[in-house]
């Protein structure tokens, strides 16, 4: 439960960031801007898995098997990531 409460005050942090204030992550020296920078990282991180994951399954979409095993992968480890 606490990684969970660690997930929320993370996205409310880069909620409450300013627009006109920009981190240069680079350079991010507090905890807040550390922290800011790696829910950013995040964001983009998850952009390109999903990227990935939407490509293989236009990629096998001739396989409705394969299809099926690669959503059920998908549903496991998300249910994996979002426990811990």
Not at 43 to 57: C, I, N, T
Request: aromatic share 10%.
């Amino acid at each position: 439960m606490m990684k969970k409460g660690w997930g929320i005050i993370l996205a409310l942090m880069a909620f409450t960031a300013s627009a006109a204030e920009t981190i240069d992550c680079s350079k991010a020296y507090t905890t807040i801007e550390i922290n800011q920078c790696a829910t950013i990282e995040l964001g983009v991180a998850q952009k390109e898995m999903q990227r990935y994951f939407d490509a293989s399954l236009k990629h096998n979409s001739f396989d409705t098997e394969l299809v099926a095993a690669i959503r059920a992968a998908q549903s496991d480890w998300e249910k994996y990531y979002n426990s811990h």
